[in-house]
């Protein structure tokens, strides 16, 4: 592994269903953001994590949830998609202190139908 | 709330121009991020900046904190420059980033 890795890339996915993205960093960057994107709105921040055990909301929060237990790993957890769920979502984690250089995975895309 | 201006939204260019993507927020910030997202690609950082200027190879970004105003520019162009372009911005932590909705550039061979 190098950077952020995000899996699954790709995810169709009925409404009503849980659904966890995965994220993964092996930099040892202690700060990790989840964003959404969607045509025509930009990059918005869903959560947030400073440090491992510690966790905050972005600007969009309602609907998702995550955890940081350890440095590495920030899992996203839609406990109950629904369809305006539907967008591409991207993890990304800073270097050096929590305004450093932001580093981004490849992406997961979901459909919720 | 801190806005963030991005222009043009889209941009065209012929091989070989210099190309300027401009960035106006609203509120005093610490940093001042530029962003580069090819088709279907990741996302990528190209700047991190505070103040002044930075470059690298033909990319050069430039930041006015008291005009609250940042520049993308770069100098000649290539098709594969074709992308989109993100500029970021906010006080303190990431996580008070706000974000432009970025400016495609499309660059013809």
């Known amino acids: 592994i190098a950077g952020i890795t995000q899996a699954p890339t790709s995810q169709i996915l009925a409404a009503g269903r849980r659904m966890t993205l995965r994220c993964t960093q092996d930099?040892?960057?202690?700060?990790m953001y989840w964003y959404r994107q969607d045509l025509g709105l930009g990059l918005r921040l869903i959560h947030y994590?400073?440090?491992?055990?510690?966790?905050g909301k972005g600007e969009v929060p309602d609907g998702y949830s995550v955890s940081r237990a350890n440095t590495d790993d920030f899992p996203l957890t839609l406990a109950s998609a629904v369809p305006s769920q539907t967008s591409v979502y991207f993890c990304?984690?800073?270097?050096?202190?929590?305004?450093?250089?932001?580093?981004f995975g490849e992406g997961s895309r979901l459909t919720v139908l | 709330k801190n806005e963030v201006e991005q222009s043009p939204q889209n941009l065209t260019a012929q091989e070989g121009e210099f190309i300027t993507i401009n960035c106006s927020y609203s509120v005093g910030i610490s940093a001042l991020h530029w962003l580069q997202q090819h088709p279907g690609g990741g996302i990528v950082s190209l700047f991190m900046l505070s103040s002044g200027k930075k470059k690298h190879g033909r990319l050069i970004a430039t930041i006015n904190i008291q005009e609250k105003h940042s520049s993308l520019h770069i100098t000649a162009s290539h098709p594969r420059d074709s992308a989109v372009y993100i500029c970021?911005?906010?006080?303190?932590?990431?996580?008070?980033?706000?974000f432009g909705k970025g400016t495609l550039l499309t660059v013809n061979p």
């Open positions: 930099m040892r960057h202690n700060a």
């Open positions: 970021a911005a906010g006080g303190g932590s990431n996580y008070k980033l706000t």
């Open positions: 994590s400073n440090t491992a055990g510690t966790t």
């Open positions: 990304a984690s800073s270097s050096g202190s929590q305004t450093g250089e932001l580093f």
